[in-house]
């Protein structure tokens, strides 16, 4: 391994998710809240749900009642008037079933006067959760468009319909209570009906569109769940204030000025990445291979969303998949390196935030009998990269912006 790349690596990581951590964000979008004079309830969801809610706590001084509902190992402490709960993520659970249903008893029989501050990020989608059927077939649906490499849109149009919080149904449970809702953006483009599958925002999306997701994959559904499908979400809510802030545009630009400082000339060439993991690993390694005879110092950089189809029984992640199907194409070109890291500091059901690979990484696995393409066909990314030191960890971070993939080229 090339130290002095996988140091600047690490840099870029750790300045591009300091730059999106949502305390700021929280602060500034409730500047323009003003207390109604009834009741305020705080409930926050999401993979940054007690960050988000800790900094308002602050901003606000004090909740009549409030709830966090957000991932293992998220919680990091107590917050004053506020219930913490830990759930499930990426497939929803029991724990997250009961947290949503504590969420919908506080916020039941409010007044006009009443305001519910709603604090949501990614994650939210598994999280914040009480399924219109049984738990465990939505959990199999769930694990159906996972492995078959749904993308988040088509997961979330299909889940919105199966739920009694999801498409808006939250604010309409809501009502007559105004709902001030803080979005802390991990979907593409910013969408707030598609960000945690909009429980407070008006749903674009339709029955049509959930049930050709369901037939494009085939998907095993039992006769209650295909009559759901064909229930319409609302169109329109008149009790929402929404403020969008943080997004994964911003953890491009976070990424490139920290490379920049580095004496990277950045290239942030997409913040909307949607595709196989191995494909975008393989596309931004041939982008450095392209540049190989560049006596520049080069940082290629995309935003957005991977998706893996599962065909093994490994260990991993999109990140971690993606990194490592760079690494053959790669091989051999002095000063390149390719990273993908989830901002959140989760990747998949593994403790790593992302994968590492440089230019000696393929001929260091083969040396460990471990080939590329094999590993890759039984998604086993983590333990072949945990062999190499490709692993990066963060811990959880607060945020949940998306991810961000990297790719350098150094030439000094």
């Known amino acids: 391994m090339d130290l002095a790349l996988r140091k600047d690596a690490d840099r870029i990581i750790k300045e ?36 988000m809610a800790n900094a308002a706590a602050d901003v606000l001084g004090r909740v009549d009642k ?41 916020t039941a029989d409010l007044t006009a006067e009443d305001t519910v501050i709603f604090l949501l990020s990614g994650g939210a989608s598994a999280l914040f959760e009480l399924p219109k059927i049984s738990g465990s077939e939505l959990k199999d649906i769930t694990t159906q468009l996972l492995a078959k490499g749904a993308d988040i849109t088509e997961i979330n149009t299909v889940r919105k319909r199966l739920s009694n919080v999801k498409g808006g149904r939250f604010a309409l449970a809501c009502a007559p209570a105004k709902v001030f809702s803080v979005v802390l953006s991990d979907v593409p483009g910013d969408s707030p009906d598609m960000i945690a599958s909009g429980p407070a925002c008006p749903d674009s ?11 494009k994959y085939a998907l095993k559904m039992s006769p209650q769940a295909r009559a759901l499908l064909k229930e319409e979400t609302p169109k329109e809510l008149t009790n929402v204030e929404t403020h969008v802030t943080g997004s994964v545009s911003e953890l491009c630009r976070a990424a490139a000025a920290a490379a920049e400082k580095l004496g990277y000339e950045p290239v942030v060439l997409t913040d909307r990445l949607c595709c196989e993991a191995r494909e975008a690993g393989a596309s931004l390694a041939d982008t450095l291979k392209s540049h190989a005879e560049s006596s520049r110092s080069l940082a290629f950089i995309a935003g957005g969303e991977t998706v893996v189809h599962v065909t093994g029984n490994g260990k991993g992640g999109r990140n971690q998949e993606l990194a490592l199907a760079a690494a053959p194409v790669i091989a051999g070109i002095n000063g390149a390196a390719v990273f993908s890291v989830g901002s959140d500091g989760t990747d998949g059901p593994t403790d790593a935030a992302g994968g590492y690979v440089d230019y000696e990484s393929c001929k260091a696995l083969e040396t460990l009998g471990n080939q590329v393409s094999d590993v890759l066909q039984n998604n086993d990314a983590y333990n072949a990269l945990k062999a190499v030191d490709g692993l990066v960890f963060t811990g959880p971070t607060g945020t949940n912006v998306n991810d961000v993939a990297v790719a350098l080229l150094r030439r000094n």
């Open 16 to 51: 591009s998710i300091a730059a999106v951590l949502p305390d700021e964000a929280v602060k500034k979008a409730l500047r323009s809240y003003r207390p109604r004079g009834g009741k305020t309830v705080l409930v926050a969801a999401g993979k940054a749900a007690w960050q």
């Open 66 to 106: 409030g709830i966090v509902i957000t991932k293992y190992g998220h919680v990091m402490g107590s917050i004053p008037g506020v219930e913490c709960f830990e759930a499930g993520h990426p497939v929803p659970d029991e724990n997250g079933f009961a947290a949503t249903r504590r969420a919908l008893e506080m």
């Open 205 to 215: 999306s339709t029955c049509e569109e959930a049930e050709a997701a369901a037939e």
